[in-house]
């Protein structure tokens, strides 16, 4: 089977208690070990359509859509990895009492699919994610591909992942986290 890959990540102001990233974390933490294929349709699209009408929080993001079947693999692996490894994690709370005037906070929100190559949603995805390279990292290309996962259908992903960086929000990551090396992929939007 030949592989394409539509991943996307975006970095989303939020608050300690805030119900922006409550709910995020519902769409993660609300995925029985088994799922069919139209319970994890009603998951993604429900979480698309949340971060679409929220988007007005999002100050940056990174997306993928790739068709070569090698490429495709290896980048979902990426993908995979980043919901394991410790990369971009803070080692203390950010909410600390000395950051005043407290800076914005942020968290990260992933969602990653490995779809089946030529499938009808693969071609939907391939049409809709052909943007001219100026556009890329616009807000409102951003804001499309989100759209655009509402159009999968789970009958044509071999795999997917959702995940969000912190699970504790006292380590939401600040504007300086967001600046290191760890996160240099997630673009500005303009």
């Not at 300690?16 to 609300?30: C, V, W, Y």
């Amino acid at each position: 089977m030949e592989y394409s890959i539509l991943a996307i990540e975006v970095a989303a102001r939020s608050e300690p208690g805030s119900n922006f990233a409550k709910k995020l974390r519902e769409f993660i933490t609300a995925q029985p070990r088994s799922q069919s294929p139209a319970h994890k349709q009603h998951l993604y699209h429900e979480a698309a359509r949340f971060l679409g009408e929220n988007f007005d929080r999002v100050h940056r993001a990174c997306w993928d859509y790739f068709d070569d079947s090698d490429r495709a693999e290896k980048d979902f692996e990426m993908w995979c990895e980043g919901m394991t490894n410790a990369e971009g994690a803070r080692n203390t709370p950010s909410n600390e009492p000395w950051m005043v005037p407290p800076s914005p906070l942020f968290l990260t929100f992933t969602m990653a699919f490995l779809l089946e190559n030529g499938s009808p949603s693969d071609l939907d995805l391939r049409r809709s994610c052909d943007i001219p390279q100026a556009r890329l990292w616009h807000r409102e290309t951003v804001h499309r591909v989100i759209f655009n996962v509402q159009r999968i259908r789970f009958e044509h992903v071999v795999s997917d992942v959702l995940y969000m960086i912190p699970n504790d929000e006292r380590f939401l990551l600040t504007a300086k986290d967001l600046d290191k090396d760890d996160f240099e992929y997630l673009r500005e939007l303009a």
